[in-house]
């Protein structure tokens, strides 16, 4: 935890060199601190329900603490070469770090666990677990951004013409044993009768109280003394980026008794991303043991006394917590101690591993006109878009391990036995991993086109009252890191594992749009609008979670693992169509019919209502059913007064498969949310202000669910997060 709070700043300079030629220069720093839950004030909580049963699994108390810091420069030129033409180049950098530390404590009952609304009990076979920091990572982020344009633009008389260029480069690296610490130290108590306790009604989702037993005496949980001491890990990777843009626009106004304008244009957008995740766990052998006794955390110094003094607590119990810093130590003071499997590292690289080249052509044609004494305006156009995606990923090839026959079936070392008896091409597992797993073997290659139209069309009713209309055809691309062949697993000891496997085949979804609305201005110092629109959407993303069975692992090269059936297997696919209809308004009014003391008051609103309807599986990840916002705006003299609330309602986000622990029609839910703002300035001189601000006033949560129809909403949550709120103030000058 950082010591002091750090100062803020932004500046920008602008420097006339001749009458038609200036440079400008700008630079900034940000700093921001999100101190530990501290279990009392604010807390994490991951709680795992089985659905059908109605018993909490697992329960999991998370505390983190980020530590936000950018600097960042700007410098610009602009140079008039003529009243017509300009011609203007940018070059920004942006150096971004984010350090990230956990405490994490999570708790398994255990097969045959019982309870209920506010409990659970561990069955008496003590096959109850607590893990000890096994989840989230413990990381220093760093990313470069460096960001170049260069654009020259023709404003004549009847002939505008433009052409852009941008290229940009991103670099980010995440450091955990490269910075003095593991990225995960887990530790474990093993063999436990486990029992947590109150969970409560509301603001909480996981007992705060817990006990454990082993052979009916107490253990303390709490005292990471007792915890046997698992298998660090490191998941340090290499992250660069790099895009560039070339874009042309050309226009012609044509006078006449119908004015009217014509548009065409094209571009040329390149993504490239090229990952590299450089993992490894190391098991850890204490002069070769593998008992746990011999692993016990009391027997080693891997306790940080100066940060436990301090150490958040859980719901107020002091915890004695394992360091992976001192862990990190007690590697370099004895390396012996820890063992790496070459094999598995090799194949995690190989799995870890991709690049992709996207790149998009686009050209337009487009005419505006304006009919009946300009009251209406017509837009039409049509755009054509062709993606070329080439990516490469990980090659797992089971079959290119074992010795093959001339005609390429496989050497069978015992045909009297049912089956083909496969025969090794070697003893030594690394070799047989670098047979079987080949980085950027697997290769993906495809594109598709299409033409999009669109009309828009505004008429004036009356000065104040305008109506518009618009249909046009879209598509959505998939995310890019959707697209690239990866399977990446979580931790085991989370409170939810997962195997998150990416469809290569996605495809982008297209829409045909139709938005109708009516505006008004200034009538009674007022401005309002009121819209419909529908979206039909064919090929939906979808997202679908599906438990782990040896057929689904074998499909995706993962069926050396047994471990790996405790695992949920998620993926997104294109779930067929999909139609959004909304309304929407907003309103804006200046409050000038109230008394002078009162002068300078301003309200507004605006509320969208959306009717989601597809698939099952349809995920509508971003599309929220109700949202609301609203705020008023004060100015009077030298203050300015601006506070904000919005409100977003229940969000599906993707379906749950069936199975023993959840019934058939089960999503997972973003729930409703409310978020405060208030920003104020206070001008002390011409040149002069105060400012400050207050993101999330009171607090913000961030509230996952996952239920079917006749969950209690005691078993609905997944993720209880109290994130707290952001202070910033500071003054502000201009010369």
């Given at each position: 935890s950082p010591k002091f709070i750090q100062p803020s700043f932004d500046f920008s300079y602008l420097q006339p060199i001749a009458r038609n030629l200036a440079i400008t220069v700008g630079?900034?720093?940000?700093?921001?601190?999100?101190?530990?839950?501290?279990?009392?004030?604010?807390?994490?909580?991951?709680?795992?329900?089985?659905?059908?049963?109605?018993?909490?699994?697992?329960s999991q108390w998370n505390s983190l603490a980020q530590t936000f810091k950018t600097l960042q420069g700007s410098v610009g030129v602009d140079w008039r070469i003529s009243p017509t033409d300009t011609i203007s180049a940018t070059m920004n950098y942006r150096d971004y770090g984010l350090y990230?530390?956990?405490?994490?404590?999570?708790?398994?009952?255990?097969?045959?666990?019982?309870?209920?609304?506010?409990?659970?009990?561990?069955?008496?076979?003590?096959?109850?677990?607590?893990?000890?920091?096994?989840?989230?990572?413990?990381?220093?982020?760093?990313?470069q951004t460096k960001h170049s344009t260069l654009k020259y633009r023709h404003r004549?008389?009847?002939?505008?013409?433009e052409v852009n260029g941008a290229l940009s480069g991103s670099a980010t690296d995440r450091h955990d044993i490269d910075a003095g610490f593991f990225n995960l130290a887990p530790a474990t108590l093993t063999g436990v009768v486990l029992r947590g306790d109150d969970i409560p009604y509301s603001g909480g989702t996981i007992p705060t109280r817990y006990s454990a037993t082993r052979a009916g005496t107490p253990v303390d949980l709490y005292d990471g003394g007792n915890y046997t001491l698992g298998n660090p890990t490191t998941n340090q990777p290499d992250w660069n980026t790099q895009k560039s843009n070339l874009r042309f626009d050309l226009g012609r106004d044509f006078l006449g008794s119908i004015?009217?304008?014509?548009?065409?244009?094209?571009?040329?957008?390149?993504?490239?991303?090229?990952?590299?995740?450089?993992?490894k766990t190391w098991a850890f052998r204490p002069n070769g043991s593998t008992l746990a006794a011999d692993r016990l955390a009391s027997r080693f110094d891997v306790f940080d006394d100066a940060f436990n003094t301090d150490a958040p607590t859980v719901f107020g119990k002091k915890v004695r917590w394992i360091s992976g810093q001192k862990m990190f130590d007690l590697y370099k003071a004895n390396p012996s101690w820890f063992v790496l499997d070459e094999a598995q590292i090799h194949q995690d690289f190989v799995n870890n591993s991709r690049k992709l080249r996207e790149t998009i052509t686009a050209g337009y044609f487009r005419a505006d006109a304006r009919l009946f004494k300009n009251r209406l305006w017509l837009v039409a156009g049509v755009r054509y878009e062709r993606t070329d995606d080439k990516g490469t990923g990980p090659l797992n090839d089971i079959n290119s391990q074992f010795q093959q026959n001339a005609n390429g079936t496989l050497v069978d070392s015992?045909?009297?036995?049912?089956?083909?008896?496969?025969?090794?091409?070697?003893?030594?597992?690394l070799v047989l991993r670098k047979l079987r797993y080949v980085e950027r073997g697997a290769t993906a290659d495809r594109n598709y086109d299409g033409i999009y139209p669109s009309v828009n069309a505004s008429f004036n009713i009356t000065e104040n009252l305008i109506l518009r209309a618009a249909y046009a055809q879209t598509l959505g691309r998939p995310n890019i890191n959707n697209v690239i062949p990866s399977t990446s697993i979580s931790d085991p000891d989370v409170a939810n594992p997962v195997i998150t496997v990416n469809n290569a085949g996605l495809k982008p979804w297209s829409a045909k749009s139709y938005d109708l609305s009516l505006e008004s201005y200034q009538i009674k110092d007022g401005f309002g609008s009121i819209g419909v629109f529908r979206k039909s959407v064919k090929d939906f993303f979808g997202s679908v979670s599906t438990a782990a069975t040896p057929a689904l692992l074998e499909q995706y090269g993962l069926e050396s693992d047994p471990s790996l059936l405790?695992?949920?297997?998620?993926?997104?696919?294109?779930?067929?169509?999909?139609?959004?209809?909304g309304f929407e308004m907003s309103y804006r009014q200046s409050l000038t019919f109230l008394p002078s003391w009162a002068r300078g008051l301003q309200a507004f609103v605006n509320f969208t209502k959306l009717n989601l309807s597809g698939s099952n599986t349809a995920d509508f990840s971003g599309y929220n059913?109700?949202?609301?916002?609203?705020?008023i705006n004060f100015v009077r003299g030298r203050l300015a007064l601006k506070t904000t609330i919005s409100y977003l309602g229940d969000t599906r986000t993707g379906a749950v498969a069936a199975s023993a622990t959840v019934p058939v029609d089960?999503?997972?839910?973003?729930?409703?949310?409310?978020?405060?703002?208030?920003?104020?300035?206070?001008?002390?001189?011409?040149?002069?202000?105060?400012?400050?601000?207050?993101?999330?006033?009171?607090?913000?949560?961030?509230?996952?669910?996952?239920?079917?129809?006749?969950?209690?909403?005691?078993?609905?949550?997944?993720?209880?997060?109290?994130?707290?709120?952001?202070?910033?103030?500071?003054?502000?000058?201009?010369?």
């Open positions: 630079g900034a720093r940000t700093w921001r601190f999100k101190p530990m839950e501290t279990g009392t004030k604010d807390t994490d909580e991951q709680p795992t329900w089985d659905l059908v049963r109605l018993v909490q699994t697992t990230i530390t956990r405490s994490v404590l999570g708790f398994g009952y255990g097969a045959g666990a019982t309870g209920g609304p506010t409990f659970t009990q561990g069955a008496a076979t003590s096959v109850g677990t607590v893990t000890m920091n096994g989840s989230g990572e413990n990381v220093d982020i760093t990313t004549g008389e009847l002939w505008r013409w004015p009217f304008t014509l548009k065409v244009g094209t571009a040329i957008d390149t993504f490239t991303t090229d990952q590299r995740r450089y993992g015992n045909p009297n036995l049912a089956g083909v008896q496969r025969v090794p091409l070697s003893t030594d597992p405790t695992y949920q297997i998620a993926t997104r696919t294109n779930a067929g169509d999909a139609q959004i209809d059913p109700k949202s609301l916002g609203g705020g089960t999503f997972n839910y973003q729930a409703k949310r409310m978020r405060i703002g208030v920003n104020a300035t206070y001008n002390l001189t011409r040149r002069y202000a105060l400012y400050a601000s207050v993101v999330d006033w009171g607090g913000f949560v961030q509230d996952l669910q996952r239920y079917a129809p006749g969950t209690p909403d005691y078993a609905k949550p997944t993720r209880w997060q109290e994130l707290g709120f952001y202070t910033n103030v500071g003054v502000r000058g201009s010369f």
